[in-house]
């Protein structure tokens, strides 16, 4: 007899909070968070020694997120989007609860880097006076006075030596490549400390606590970083040590007794603990089943906090005593009214595309679905370009598998986590290749006994939402129906808008195409002007306040399939940008996903 699965609401789903970002407090007794449990995202403080969150900011509308404790007192640094656009103010929360902006104007984008280590100054990041460039300022704790140290320019700021004299940068030449580079303060003068040929990611750079060298890594291949010593008094580079494992960066604890590995291993992210002196790993207890993220280690070098996350259990919030070996959970996230033995644990599988490519993926199966009871399937197409389809909770994925859905998460060419050559793969080939590997994952879903090839979906957002479309429009029999988030129907129009000198133009133009030389590309490749070919039915959903994808973009496409007698549906939200930052708007989209996907993949 086929298992009987319990069914939770899209709201139940919803129900279950969302927490990120970290900050130990300067007396050890709190750790600072972000939290949508109040709808939308807001400050809250967690108690080390346990007990309930305490909400910190009340915003009903703005996403706030906590950023960083003072390192001497309770106050507390946070970010305000203002209006849902995907700005990003500093502003501090005073002890007496003032709240003080650091950062003005309209849609700027802030950030702040790093405390001195006396905890009187800190460096912080803002495009306030040139969109396109992020400055570096020095602001003073006590009466946040600041003082321009730099003007930006095509490269981002990641670190300043403790004597003040250096500062460390990241030029991104391609999503492949990368150099760091040392910046004099005093006179001015930038050296690259990583000049090469062919290309290579240097990445994770950081100065030593006596200002006396400076560390980097190197994505040697696609299974080594290697990491090495630049000493700033005669030039010198040193290779370190070797590293198993790619993309894998490195943090520091305070004083430097501990340091934290951080590597990707797939689909999912692996974590080691080493004693800096002796560079022996550091033996921790069996913790719960998941993926340890965001590791912090408090200044006193006492505790470590890191977040859990599992594909049956979403961030929570632990903490780690090195004096005696134990750890407590601090929140839970997942919903009371809903069993986690009822969600599904995905499965790490492969199949070759339609070049012998080996496609890395995750399938999710509902519990009862069986070769004598075939269930409806979905190809899960991530944003990018680059993302990728990982481990870990995903609350709409689990509803709809919940609700009776194969879900099959392609990693498709040019996704990140698989080696620089799988990620260049995409480059310039966005609506061929890439695409053609989403068509071989339905058509490898077609080939598992346990579901109907006749019933079928695409859904995505963002990049996956694009691909969702190209995939209806290009491959117009293979798709029962498709669902798309917030994608580019029109990458002519879409590569223009995007400002000069962003990091964004950069990266698109790489993987994308440039809309100028590739215009006839560019337009073989965009859903909007090839919509007389979607005959399957098509939800779109988009936000009206969306900065990365505009609104037109949804509009058009949506105007083009009507015209041509085509099936769509259209789903509007004029409080969001992109995505779902608000509970009830999630709640209310895929309600509507559900429903449609109901319609039209009839059991």
């Not at 912080?124 to 570096?136: A, I």
Request: proline share 4%.
């Amino acid at each position: 007899m086929a298992r009987q699965t319990p069914r939770f609401t899209i709201k139940q789903f919803m129900d279950t909070h969302r927490i990120s970002g970290m900050s130990i407090s300067h007396d050890e007794k709190s750790i600072l968070v972000s939290s949508n449990r109040t709808g939308v995202f807001n400050v809250f403080s967690v108690p080390v020694a346990g007990g309930p969150m305490k909400q910190l900011t009340f915003s009903t509308d703005d996403d706030i997120r906590a950023v960083a404790y003072f390192p001497n007192d309770a106050r507390v640094v946070y970010a305000r989007d203002k209006g849902g656009i995907e700005s990003r103010h500093l502003c501090v929360l005073e002890e007496d609860g003032r709240h003080i902006e650091l950062t003005h104007g309209a849609g700027i984008k802030a950030g702040l880097r790093r405390w001195t280590s006396d905890g009187k100054h800190f460096y912080c990041v803002t495009n306030e006076r040139d969109s396109g460039c992020f400055d570096v300022y020095k602001f003073d704790s006590r009466n946040y006075q600041r003082t321009l140290l730099r003007e930006g320019n095509d490269d981002v700021f990641v670190d300043v030596s403790n004597d003040e004299r250096w500062g460390l940068f990241i030029r991104k030449n391609t999503t492949v490549d990368a150099d760091i580079y040392l910046y004099d303060f005093a006179k001015d003068v930038t050296k690259n400390l990583t000049s090469h040929d062919g290309p290579a990611r240097y990445h994770s750079p950081y100065f030593d606590l006596e200002s006396e060298n400076v560390f980097y890594a190197l994505a040697a291949d696609e299974k080594h970083t290697s990491v090495y010593r630049y000493e700033l008094a005669t030039g010198r580079t040193y290779l370190v040590r070797q590293i198993e494992g790619n993309s894998v960066s490195e943090r520091l604890s305070c004083n430097w007794r501990y340091r934290i590995v951080l590597r990707h291993e797939g689909v999912r992210m692996g974590m080691a603990l080493y004693e800096c002196s002796s560079d022996k790993q550091v033996a921790l207890p069996s913790f719960p089943a998941g993926d340890i993220k965001m590791p912090s280690i408090s200044r006193s070098e006492r505790l470590m906090a890191f977040y859990l996350n599992g594909d049956r259990a979403p961030n929570d919030l632990y903490v780690y005593e090195f004096s005696t070996g134990q750890f407590r959970k601090l929140t839970s996230s997942l919903n009371r009214a809903i069993d986690p033995a009822a969600l599904v644990e995905s499965e790490e599988i492969s199949f070759k595309s339609f070049d012998g490519l080996e496609i890395p993926c995750l399938l999710w199966r509902p519990h009862d679905a069986s070769a004598s009871c075939k269930a409806p399937a979905l190809v899960w197409v991530h944003g990018g370009p680059g993302g990728q389809t990982r481990k870990g909770y995903a609350g709409a994925v689990q509803f709809l598998v919940n609700q009776g859905y194969v879900v099959l998460g392609v990693n498709h060419r040019g996704s990140s986590g698989f080696g620089k050559a799988f990620e260049a793969a995409a480059d310039r080939k966005q609506g061929r290749e890439p695409l053609w590997d989403c068509v071989e994952a339905r058509r490898f879903l077609a080939t598992l006994d346990f579901v109907d090839e006749s019933r079928i979906a695409i859904i995505g957002g963002s990049f996956g939402a694009y691909m969702t479309m190209a995939a209806l429009a290009f491959h117009p029999d293979e798709f029962a129906a498709g669902v798309a988030i917030a994608g580019v129907s029109n990458w002519i129009r879409a590569l223009r808008c995007l400002s000069p000198g962003s990091p964004s133009r950069q990266l698109y133009y790489e993987k994308v195409g440039d809309p100028e030389k590739d215009e006839e590309m560019l337009r073989a490749i965009s859903p909007v002007f090839h919509a007389h070919k979607i005959g399957k039915p098509l939800m779109v959903l988009q936000g009206a306040r969306d900065p990365r994808v505009l609104r037109v973009e949804s509009d058009d496409i949506v105007a083009a399939v009507k015209s041509n007698g085509g099936t769509v549906e259209y789903l509007l939200f004029d409080d969001e940008a992109h995505g779902f930052r608000k509970t009830k708007n999630a709640i209310r989209a895929y309600e509507a996903v559900l429903d449609f996907l109901h319609r039209h993949l009839p059991s």
